[in-house]
């Protein structure tokens, strides 16, 4: 979700202006829609999950995918195009 509203996933809440937040809402329902569609594995081709892998290319961007740890947990993330950060 974040990745499709462009989004660092090390951005805290309270760093989120009222942009960002009806951008991580309008991603947030759109996912999950296509997930109780029964389309999971038929996500677009521009989800992250697709390629959910250390150095493989953005599926948005000429990005490189990196991984990291956000609250202890690894994720993974474009930054060339989540650039709104803590």
Request: hydrophobic content about 30%.
């Amino acid at each position: 979700i974040l990745f499709q509203a462009g989004i660092s996933p090390r951005t805290t809440t309270d760093n989120l202006d009222s942009d960002a937040i009806r951008s991580i809402h309008t991603c947030l329902v759109d996912v999950l829609n296509k997930a109780v569609e029964g389309r999971v594995r038929d996500f677009p081709d521009d989800f992250l999950i697709t390629v959910r892998k250390e150095g493989a290319p953005c599926p948005r961007c000429e990005g490189t995918i990196l991984k990291t740890k956000v609250g202890g947990r690894p994720t993974y993330f474009c930054p060339d195009h989540q650039t709104q950060s803590i």
